[in-house]
């Protein structure tokens, strides 16, 4: 059996469809490199857990060429030296590394509080730039960002790349062309059973190594992990949300951490449309869900692995004539209760190079990247994206740690 098709066969025994992307060609088959002029020289910032997927990435990207890495922890700098495939020079201060005049474009993968300052004199030096999600630390830094990214002619990318999954495009085609009916609820969950904790090598790198459980450093669950979910809601719905209300606590977890591990965030958008986001660290049950409900049909995806339609009754009549020539999506009756399974319409079509789809849209993600540079095509997450993704975190948390309702204010519009 081809490989493609064993991977893609054993999706579908071990989730019962197949929609989610997975890799066909082997993870060790590196491809050849453009030549040297037609590559994007590039450097990454931060050489930490997504630091590493991230060069893990580009080693099979050939439209760029990583010439320079930066950490300001040894140990993580010599490990990212290493498995850049090239040679690469490797600093610890991220401003001599801006210095290098050989570079086209620079990668932030450092904790949420270091991206204000990082981008913000990566535009100086007037550089492409690859930040990871969340823009900014506060609403402040992520309005300073964007105003100063709209007058540079670089292109902006925030790293949300589950909107390059083909399930999602897929879901958003269907719910667009009215499969779902009027939705008025949405339900997003990314909950783990698990101390979200790092190894340290000593006591004194606790900040440093879990930057994620302090205020001081970071936006914690929901800007960690709801941020992804409130980016797809967004763009599925075209709209930013109006007013959210949440809760919060240190419910499980009471290991000197500062930030919530139970965090339950309600959003209102505009036409009725309420969305919550929830997320703990002590049941992983719903894992990372989102769910729409219209009044025609209901959609479930987990991870944008693989998604469901359930249609309310007598709502499906026309639905396997028509879909396939309507979405980029079929769908197909998989049980006797009607649910049925979406399938991107083009599964299969990419080479891609990787067996899970973490991997496989961060590598979407960068080849947009790389051909927006090139200006082969738009950028997929520029700055409209993580701005208000941004700005919809931010507000959440203040919702959530102030026991307050709040709105998004018209200012935030710029
Ligand atoms: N897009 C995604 O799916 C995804 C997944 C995981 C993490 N992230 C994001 O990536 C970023 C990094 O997360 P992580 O899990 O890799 O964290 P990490 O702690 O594993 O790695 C961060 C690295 O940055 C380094 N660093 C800190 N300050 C620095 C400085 N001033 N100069 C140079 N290096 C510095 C640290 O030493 C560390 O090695 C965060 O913004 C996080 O939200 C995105």
Not at 23 to 52: H, V
Not at 316 to 324: A, M, P, Q, S
Not at 352 to 367: A, G, M, Q, S
Request: with cysteine; aromatic share 10%; net charge negative.
């Amino acid at each position: 059996m081809e490989r493609k098709e064993f991977l893609i066969k054993s999706t579908i025994l071990a989730a019962g469809i197949g929609a989610g992307i997975v890799g066909c060609r082997k993870e060790n088959e590196i491809p050849i490199p453009l030549n040297d002029q037609a590559r994007i020289k590039i450097g990454i910032i931060g050489l930490g857990d997504r630091g590493s997927t991230i060069i893990g990435v580009l080693n099979h990207s050939p439209e760029f060429k990583i010439i320079a890495c930066c950490d300001i922890l040894d140990f993580r700098l010599e490990r990212g030296v290493k498995n850049i495939k090239e040679k690469v020079t490797g600093y610890n201060d991220y401003r001599k590394m801006l210095e290098n005049k050989d570079l086209e474009a620079v990668i932030i993968s450092t904790p949420l509080h270091e991206h204000y300052s990082m981008a913000m004199d990566a535009l100086d030096a007037n550089l492409h730039i690859m930040c990871e999600k969340v823009m900014a630390y506060n609403i402040e830094q992520s309005q300073a960002i964007k105003k100063k990214a709209e007058q540079s002619s670089k292109m902006f990318q925030v790293s949300y790349q589950y909107q390059l999954n083909p399930t999602f495009n897929a879901i958003k085609d269907i719910i667009h062309n009215g499969y779902c009916g009027k939705i008025t609820r949405i339900d997003a969950h990314w909950h783990r059973n698990s101390n979200w904790r790092r190894e340290i090598p000593s006591p004194e790198l606790e900040k440093q190594i879990n930057w994620r459980m302090y205020k001081e450093y970071s936006g914690g669950l929901m800007a960690e992990l709801g941020s992804h979910h409130l980016n797809m809601i967004d763009n599925i719905l075209g709209q930013h949300p109006i007013k959210v209300v949440g809760t919060g606590g240190i419910d499980y977890w009471q290991d000197g951490r500062e930030i919530y591990d139970n965090v339950y965030a309600l959003f209102d958008y505009p036409n009725g449309v309420k969305a919550s986001f929830s997320s703990l660290l002590s049941n992983r049950y719903e894992d990372q869900i989102i769910k729409f409900y219209g009044d025609k049909a209901t959609i479930v995806s987990n991870k944008m692995n693989e998604a469901y339609i359930y249609p309310e009754e007598g709502a499906d009549k026309e639905w396997d004539e028509k879909i396939d020539g309507m979405t980029s999506a079929s769908i197909k009756i998989i049980d006797e209760d009607q649910k049925r399974n979406i399938t991107p319409k083009n599964i299969g079509n990419e080479n891609y190079p990787f067996e899970d789809n973490y991997r496989n849209t961060t590598w979407l993600l960068y080849k947009n990247f790389s051909a927006a540079i090139k200006g082969e095509e738009k950028l997929k997450l520029g700055l409209h994206d993580g701005y208000q993704s941004s700005i919809s975190v931010h507000i959440a948390n203040k919702a959530i740690r102030e026991e307050s309702v709040q709105k998004w204010k018209p200012e935030y519009d710029i």
